[in-house]
Structure formats: C-alpha cells, structure tokens
C-alpha cells in the first residue's frame, strides 16, 4: 500500500511539474535570445532592464513598458515581434480607450450610435504597428457572450468590423511579401502614398484579401491564389459615386437617378445622401460596377449598376 502510495505521489508531481512547464514553454532567457535581436532591440528600445522574452510562432518577443508608439503619452505595456535576424515586425501596445486620437474616438463614436448602441467598448484598445504596414487601432466591443473587434486608421477610417472569434487575444504580425508589395505597386501607380494596412488569407477561397489607404482612402484589394488580381473595391459618398458614374458612363448616373424617381426618391435630398451608401467595385472580368443601398425610413432599396447601366435588385 505505502509503495502504491508512492507512486501515486510521484505522478501527482510529474503532473504538477508538466502543468507548470506548460505555462512557461514559451518564455526564454536573455542569453537564449539570437544576439541580432538583442542588438537591435537595444539600438531602438535602450536599456530598458524589466524586459521578458518569449519565442512565439517562431518570433522573438520582449514584452517591457515604453512610451506611446505614437511617440506621445505615458508608458504602456509593450510587445515587439523580432525575426531571428534582428528585423522587428510588429509592435503591439494596449492603451487606456481614453488616450485614442480625437479621431478615432469620433470615427468610433459615431459608428457605435449607428450599429451597437448597445454594445461595450473595452476599457482598453490595441494599438498595432507593422513594419512595411500602417498603424492600426483595434476597439473590441461586446454584448453578452459576442464580441466584435473595429480596426480603425489613425485618422479614423473604419477599415475593419468582424466578429471575435478567436480565443487567443495575441495579435500575431503579418509578413508583406515582396511579391505583393510588387503587385500593389502595379495597382497604384499614380497614388501619391499607398499604406498596406492588413492580409488576410482566405483559404476556403483561395484568396488574398489586402486593406490599403490610397491617398487616404480605405481600399480592400483582392488577389487569387497566384496573385493575380482579382478586384479593388471601396465606400464613397453619393454624389462622389454620381461624379464617377458621369465619368465613365453617364447612361448609368441617368439610369440610376430614372430608378430613384419612379421610386419616389430625390437623390438630391440631404436626407437622402446621408442614408445612402456606394461600395464601387472594380473587378478583373465584371469591370466596374456600383452597389448602391439607399435607407428610407424601415426600408433599404439595394441595388446594383455595371459598367453599362444594366440594373439589378439585391433585395
């Protein structure tokens, strides 16, 4: 009895002893940190002495407290993302809801009144910043059991609005490739400043989804498996959308403004062109075309314009 005790006891600690080596398998000590990280994190950071290392998908993490990213405000809790040759990737910090840019609380204000009045933002919102890539700020929101996450830009473009699903709350850098720089470059060649601001990999569809700031104008580019593109759509305002549709095809605007009226709609009406949204889309085989969705009162009217003027009803 007291041997199968015993060995009772003994497993109880191994279990105990690999519970806690769980915990700690990603933490690393300085010396087992590559030297070209250490370097560079001392170039940029200083010497910063409360610094915890981790290795994390292959990343070299230091977590500290540092100022703002932003280069302004106190100090926060800091995470930067290194490769094993010293390139850092990613900086992530959490900073109080309160310390947003103006810009952002507006922008975020105004679309929480539209969409979850009744949603709860987190006290606290992830400021990310990538190299090759702009600066984002992500606001999680919740109601009950859902959880949302916003990504706004720094001057308050929503360029983000999906659900939460993913239990680790780690924001993971993401790599640009030098074969999408290229192809961006390929896209955009008369823009004065193009940001790449998010990937993501579709993979049920075999697609990449690229968000960009054009000239300060949010933009989703889409490219397929072998990075052929595929289409580049954006949000405007109405009457931007009206110029455009002038410009390529004045049969569409005509056959647009012919649809409101039967419908009874004045596009011309204040009211009326704050309710309504354009998403325009260019697509590699469709071409242009306009997703326009006019709110009245209860009721949306979804409609789609091609490139010819050619009408059809979403709903």
Not at 33 to 38: G, R, Y
Not at 247 to 265: E, F, R, S, W, Y
Request: net charge negative; charged share 35%; proline share 3%.
């Amino acid at each position: 009895m007291k041997l199968k005790n015993l060995i009772l006891a003994f497993a109880c600690c191994a279990l105990v002893f690999t519970a806690c080596s769980d915990d700690d398998d990603d933490k690393v000590i300085p010396s087992d940190v590559p030297e070209a990280v250490l370097k560079a994190f001392e170039n940029k950071y200083g010497d910063i002495k409360d610094v915890k290392w981790e290795k994390k998908n292959n990343f070299n993490v230091a977590r500290f407290q540092t100022g703002a990213i932003t280069k302004a405000g106190n100090s926060y809790t800091t995470s930067a993302w290194y490769d094993d040759n010293g390139s850092e990737k990613q900086v992530n910090q959490d900073i109080p809801f309160a310390n947003l840019p103006e810009a952002v609380k507006t922008a975020f204000d105004a679309y929480q009144k539209k969409m979850y009045a009744d949603w709860k933002a987190d006290d606290d919102v992830d400021v990310v910043s990538r190299l090759d890539m702009g600066l984002i700020y992500i606001i999680e929101i919740e109601k009950g059991k859902e959880e949302r996450e916003l990504s706004f830009s720094p001057d308050g473009v929503l360029l983000k609005d999906v659900l939460d699903t993913d239990d680790d709350d780690e924001i993971l850098p993401v790599i640009v490739s030098d074969e999408i720089k290229k192809k961006i470059a390929e896209l955009f060649p008369n823009s004065k400043s193009v940001v790449i601001l998010e990937i993501d990999a579709d993979d049920d569809d075999n697609e990449t989804e690229i968000d960009i700031l054009d000239d300060g104008i949010h933009k989703e580019v889409k490219l397929d498996a072998k990075g052929n593109w595929i289409s580049t759509e954006f949000e405007t305002t109405l009457p931007e959308a009206m110029e455009i549709m002038n410009t390529l095809n004045p049969a569409i605007l005509a056959k647009l403004v012919a649809m409101a009226g039967q419908a009874g709609i004045d596009l011309t009406k204040p009211e009326i062109i704050r309710n309504t949204e354009v998403t325009i889309v260019d697509h590699a085989t469709k071409g242009m075309y306009f997703e326009v969705e006019i709110e009245i009162g209860d009721k949306d009217l979804e409609v789609i314009i091609d490139k010819d003027g050619n009408i059809s009803f979403d709903k």
